[in-house]
Each structure stands twice: as structure tokens, then as C-alpha cells.
């Protein structure tokens, strides 16, 4: 089961691996993390993605709201949420393989951000499963680097807001 | 006013009275402002010691424990005691001396990151960087370590900060954290739907843990199961919450309690845990605990309910306020027969002996120190086979009991006895500790000569780290291997040495000698000769 966990934070040093201390401490998983400030300079938001029982995914959400540097957690599945994540990828490319990837990008509304005659970064914002997709229909290339944000999440929006 | 001064002052409208520690040149701005407070320095002989100390000041005291050490090592030497602390939610505040601000970093001389190695046993770590925030942070780590589920605050302080100028000192006002508010009081609908399975059951029993003691709530939980002649049982953690003789009580559960008392729980319909985790070694299976029974669990915390068991009734809150509204219901049902069946059951078993001519049989023991032990003594158990002699066979006539339940840290109980002591110097306190314990503590005898408290430490002379070989015997077939103390000292000579009367106590029949070292005030080493193939289990 995959659980998203959005985490409001004190914005101080150290509080990013208080919370990660917890995960590996306890053998909680991360499947990714990223963080941020938000729109209050002394908070942070943390995206965690993780994955477990339904217990493990409750004991998560509790010991988070227990650190003390912790404001405010909200959990949600990903079908409650609006997800994005981002890609940069640097292929090495041959001169009959340009055409089929400038292909896929048009396809699944990649961009081409940089490239020389041999190389070239290709970049995506979009929902993960699409980011795996692309990543799929890349793969036979030659790959020399992948880069990824992790999910960003944030639940839809309500009819009470 | 410097940063130490600051700090200093800051403790004092903490109402600290005494600092136990271990000096370095990393927080000798600190030791040395102290010297014109009105707060007592007590130097221990090892930090572990100091951290021990102010955990054993802190249960006898019912207040925060404090202690102070240096950087590097002296800090690294806290670690421990702070996770005692932590496993068993006691509130102590650690102030330890860090090197100056600008070389954090740098892997100068006694430089470590202490923070980082503390932090999964702390409830909350400061790392102070300005002279002027120390009055807010003292005033923040007091109302942490002693609120909610009470635990260890730790506050790494910079020598050039408690050097720095802060300013004047001005008292700070009420803590207001938006990253913390613990839920004190129950929720109505709870407390509600306890009172109707209450109602409803025919065979309840309350379990009661540390958390009643943390949070005082004995008398109150005591008044409860009167009012419906509720029978009750303890964790290791509770023992104390009850007189032994209390006619409800049926003493300790778990792999190391009373048989019927384990039997009670089992066959009870409705379990109602306050202030215990539900853990391994209370329960043996505790996700099987709600098959056949209603669980209410009331804890402080919200993250240990469901985490070993799922409750049928969660109740979040303190113990006090929860049972102070429980108690103002008048429910129609009285389990006074339920009670005395268990009762009944209880007189059967036979209690645990060990009959040997040639040892002190250690249960019998116990017993009988408690018997002697004034009534409101403290009794401090150290970790090991001691520990289990000491939980199953204490008498409580309404005096404390420690020990160190969570972490089972051995050595925890002189030094936590030491720091009893200045919490209440007129009680009569034993430390019970096996030889293995006591060689790893044996500096603080040192401490123990130098202030005279009415410390017995009741050592259980095996002459092997019993535990682990009763251990080897039942899970390894006999194959021991290190156990065996080997050379062991002549205690009379260590006792001597530091100037601490001592008796040897070799056989049941010299058991009516320890009435004469109880009538004496004073410390006392007696060594207890225990025969190394007597085992907890069998």
C-alpha cells in the first residue's frame, strides 16, 4: 500500500534528518522525498511517498506528528492527490536515433533542454506514472544520467475551500 | 549577564536544586557560575553516573532531574543514561558543553555531534548558537521533559556561548509551541463507552504502568478499582501504583510475573491498560490480546495506542485527569465475586523458593529487605536476574520502586539511587544489583563514601552475570561462555577500601542480620551469596 504524507516543518537546520532519522530508525520506507519552503519563510513542506501495512502506514503518521519540529501532517493515497514530479535526463545519441526520441518527447510532452551533437537533456513535469512511462520508452537508449525531484503532492482541492 | 550566568538563573526559576555532572573545559563557564547560585553541583564519577543520577532524582522527586557534562567523550558517556531515560519516559534535562561555535565542525579536541548521536533518544535537542535564547530554551526543554509523555531534553551548549554577553535576565513567560500541545484531558465519548463495556463486562481488570506513577494518578486509579472492587495488576513500570497487600492487587504480569496474575488478565473479558505500552514484556502476544477481550488503552501518547495492540476503546490523555472523570460516575456493578475467585486461585500457587542450604535464596531475600525497608523507602533495582528476583517478590507498603524497565541498562541503580537520595535525603533507599552491575559502577561507592545517605546496596554475590547464564541454559544447552566472572574482588576490601561498613550474608539462616543493617543509618554494602545455578525461570 502507498501512502503520500505532505509534512509542514519548522524551516531550522536539522529537522530534514530528524524526519528521515525517524523512517530508517523505525524501518519505515521512503519511496522518495522532497522539500521546500512554503509560502510562511519559517515553514518548510516535506512529500514523503511511502509504502507498507496499513499499521506501519498509521504508526507513520503518528511518530511524525510526535517530533516536535513537526506542524502539521496530512496524509492521503495518490488518487486524493494532485502529484508532479520532475525529470532530467542526459542521453548519448547517434545522429539515426535523434528523430525517434525527439518523437517520444513530442508524444508525451517532454522537453529538450540542451543538446550538443552527441547529447542531449530531455526534461518532464508530470504525474509519476508518466515519468515512468517516458522513462520506459527512453530505456533502450543510451542513458548517461538520470536526475528526479521525487513526488510533490498536494490533496485536491475541496468544496469547502 | 554571560550565557553560564543566564543559564544559571534560568535554572534557579526552575526551581533546580541540585546539577549532578561531570566537569570538562567545555562547560567550566557553566560549573563555574554555579558557584554563586544557590543550585548544588554533585559530582558523580562518571557521566552515565550523572545521567542516572538525575533519572533517580527525578522519579523520587516527582520533578525534572538535571545534569551537566562536558564535550566529546563526557557527552558521548551521557548517551546511555539519556536512552534510559527515554525508554522509560522519565523527565531529565541534559546540558552538555560543546566546543566553540566557529570549530563546530572542524573534529577539534573533545569535539562530537552529540545532537546527532542523541537524537532517536531524545524527546526534543537544543542547539544553543546565542547567549540570549538560553532563558527561552531552559524555559522550552523544562516544560518538554516534563509534559505530555515525559522524557529526556537535551541542550548543547557552545563555550563560547555560555561566555557570550545575553543580555539582562528577564523571566520568561508561559511556553507556547505550535509544534506542541499534548492532549491532556480524554474525550467524553470515550470515557463514556468505558464506563458502559464497565458496565457491560463480567470479568474487568485494569492494568496499571508507569505512566499512572509519571503522572500521579495512583491514588485516583486506587479509588477507581475500590468503587467496583476492580481487581488490578502492574507492568515492572507500575509496580509501586499499589500496596502489595491491597486486597485488589494481584501483582506484576508478563514473562517474569505472577502466575495468576498473567492467568487473571488471560481470562479477563474486559482489559483496561493505563499508562503501559502493551509491550513484549508485559504481554506475550499482544496482537492476540483483543481476541477474546474488550482492550481499553489509555496512554498520554497517541502513537503508542495500536501500536503493539489495537484497542477496541482508545482513550488520549493523562491518567489523572481521565480517571478524575471516570471516578464521577456511580455505575450499579460490583465485581467483588470475579475478585475473589481470583483471589482464591492466588493462595494455591505455590511461591517460587529456591531451597538450598548453601545460598541466600533470592527471593526470600527480597522479601525480606522489603519488609525491612521503611514504609515509604525506595527500593532501586538494577538489571538482570536481580531485576526479576526484585519485580516478582518486592512488598510494597507504599514506598517507590525503580529500575531501569525499558532499556534494562545495568548499573542504572546506584547512581539512581544516589540521585534519590538528594531528593528526599531522609528516605531509606536499597540498591539491589548483582556483582556484575555493581563492577561496572563500582566508582560511585566513592560518591556514596563521600556523602553518607542511607543507601543499602544489597549485592547479589553469584559470581557470574546470572542472567545471561540462565540465558545460555535454557537456549543454549549449558554451553556458557562469558559469564563467568571469574576473580572476582573481596567485597569486604572494596568496602573497606572506601571506608563503607559492609556484612556477608551467606546462607538463609544469616538472613535475620540485615534487621541490624536496616536499624543502622547510613550506607551499608552486603554482599549476599547467591548460587549461580538458582534461576528466574523454572
Not at chain 2, 443 to 453: F, M, Q, R, T
Request: proline content about 4%; overall charge neutral; glycine content about 8%.
Amino acid at each position: 500500500m502507498k501512502r503520500i504524507y505532505n509534512v509542514w516543518v519548522e524551516n531550522r537546520s536539522g529537522v530534514l534528518c530528524k524526519v528521515a532519522g525517524l523512517f530508517s530508525r523505525r524501518s519505515y520506507n521512503i519511496d522518495s522525498l522532497t522539500v521546500g519552503e512554503t509560502q510562511d519563510k519559517t515553514v518548510s513542506s516535506m512529500t514523503i511517498l511511502s509504502s507498507g501495512t496499513p499499521h506501519t502506514l498509521e504508526q507513520i503518521e503518528k511518530q511524525l506528528n510526535k517530533k516536535l519540529d513537526v506542524i502539521k501532517v496530512r496524509t492521503f493515497s495518490e488518487e486524493q492527490a494532485i502529484c508532479r514530479e520532475v525529470i532530467l535526463l542526459k542521453i548519448k545519441y547517434t545522429s539515426d536515433q535523434r528523430r525517434e526520441i525527439m518523437e517520444i518527447c513530442e508524444f508525451l510532452k517532454a522537453e529538450i533542454v540542451d543538446a550538443t551533437t552527441t547529447h542531449m537533456i530531455i526534461t518532464l513535469c508530470d504525474t509519476p506514472d508518466r515519468i515512468e512511462k517516458l522513462l520506459s520508452m527512453v530505456r533502450k537508449f543510451n542513458i548517461v544520467e538520470i536526475s528526479r525531484t521525487g513526488t510533490l503532492a498536494m490533496p485536491k482541492c475541496g468544496d469547502g475551500e | 549577564m554571560n550565557g553560564a550566568n543566564l543559564l544559571t538563573k534560568a535554572l534557579e526559576q526552575e526551581g533546580v536544586r541540585y546539577v549532578f555532572g561531570y566537569p570538562g573545559v567545555s562547560i567550566c563557564p557553566f560549573f563555574d557560575a554555579l558557584k554563586d547560585s544557590g543550585i548544588n553541583p554533585v559530582l558523580m564519577r562518571t557521566e552515565q553516573s550523572a545521567g542516572h543520577a538525575a533519572n533517580g532524582y527525578a522519579r523520587a522527586a516527582g520533578e525534572v532531574g538535571v545534569c551537566a557534562v562536558s564535550s566529546g567523550p563526557g557527552a558521548t558517556n551521557l548517551i546511555t543514561a539519556i536512552a534510559t531515560a527515554f525508554a522509560d519516559s522519565i523527565p531529565i534535562v541534559c546540558i552538555t558543553g560543546q566546543v566553540p561555535t566557529e570549530q563546530i565542525g572542524s573534529d577539534m579536541f573533545q569535539e562530537a555531534d552529540i545532537i546527532g548521536a542523541a537524537e532517536s533518544f531524545v524527546k526534543y535537542s537544543y542547539s544553543v548558537r546565542t547567549a540570549k535564547d538560553i532563558p527561552r530554551i531552559v524555559k522550552e526543554a523544562f516544560h518538554i521533559a516534563s509534559t505530555g509523555r515525559k522524557g529526556p531534553v537535551l541542550i548543547d551548549l557552545p563555550v563560547d556561548v555560555q561566555n557570550n554577553e545575553g543580555g539582562a535576565f528577564a523571566p520568561v513567560g508561559n511556553v507556547n509551541l505550535r509544534t506542541y500541545k499534548p492532549t491532556m484531558k480524554g474525550h467524553a465519548v470515550q470515557i463514556k463507552k468505558v464506563l458502559k463495556v464497565l458496565e457491560e463486562s463480567k470479568r474487568p481488570i485494569l492494568c496499571v504502568g508507569g505512566g499512572v506513577i509519571s503522572s500521579k494518578a495512583g491514588e485516583k486509579v486506587t479509588a477507581f478499582a475500590e468503587k467496583y472492587n476492580l481487581p488490578v495488576v502492574s507492568t515492572m513500570m507500575g509496580i509501586g501504583v499499589m500496596r502489595s497487600d491491597h486486597p485488589l492487587y494481584m501483582g506484576m504480569v508478563g514473562n517474569n510475573g505472577k502466575k495468576y496474575a498473567n492467568k487473571a488478565m488471560n481470562e479477563s473479558d474486559l482489559l483496561i491498560m493505563v499508562g503501559a505500552r502493551v509491550a513484549d514484556r508485559a504481554v506475550s502476544q499482544p496482537d492476540l490480546i483483543t481476541k477474546d477481550k474488550i482492550l481499553v488503552h489509555i496512554d498520554i501518547d497517541p502513537a503508542e495506542i495500536g501500536k503493539n495492540a489495537g484497542p477496541s476503546i482508545p482513550i488520549v490523555g493523562d491518567a489523572g485527569l481521565i480517571f478524575d472523570e471516570l471516578n464521577k460516575a456511580d455505575l450499579k456493578c460490583d465485581f467483588k465475586d470475579w475478585t475473589e475467585q481470583l483471589i482464591r486461585y492466588s493462595k494455591t500457587r505455590d511461591e517460587k523458593q529456591q531451597s538450598t542450604a548453601k545460598y541466600v535464596d533470592p527471593n526470600l531475600l527480597v522479601k525480606t529487605v522489603s519488609e525491612l525497608l521503611d514504609e515509604n523507602g525506595i527500593y532501586v533495582a538494577d538489571v538482570g536476574q536481580n531485576q526479576i528476583y526484585s519485580a516478582s517478590n518486592y512488598i510494597c507498603k507504599g514506598g517507590k520502586y525503580f529500575t531501569s524497565g525499558g532499556m534494562g541498562t545495568m548499573g542504572y541503580s546506584l547512581p539512581a539511587a544516589i540521585g534519590a537520595h538528594f531528593a528526599d535525603p531522609d528516605a531509606q533507599i536499597v540498591c539491589a544489583i548483582g556483582d556484575g552491575a555493581l563492577q561496572m559502577v563500582l566508582s560511585e561507592l566513592s560518591k556514596l563514601a563521600e556523602i553518607g545517605p542511607d543507601i543499602k546496596i544489597i549485592l547479589m554475590d553469584n559470581r557470574s552475570l546470572g542472567m545471561i547464564r540462565e540465558y545460555q541454559h535454557y537456549h543454549y544447552e549449558n554451553r556458557y561462555t562469558m559469564v563467568d566472572l571469574g576473580a572476582v574482588p573481596d567485597y569486604s576490601l572494596i568496602a573497606k577500601a572506601y571506608g563503607i561498613p559492609y556484612r556477608r550474608i551467606k546462607n538463609n539462616k544469616e538472613l535475620n542480620a540485615l534487621e541490624a543493617v536496616f536499624n543502622e543509618k547510613g550506607p551499608y554494602l552486603v554482599e549476599v551469596n547467591v548460587d549461580s545455578d538458582a534461576f528466574t525461570a523454572y
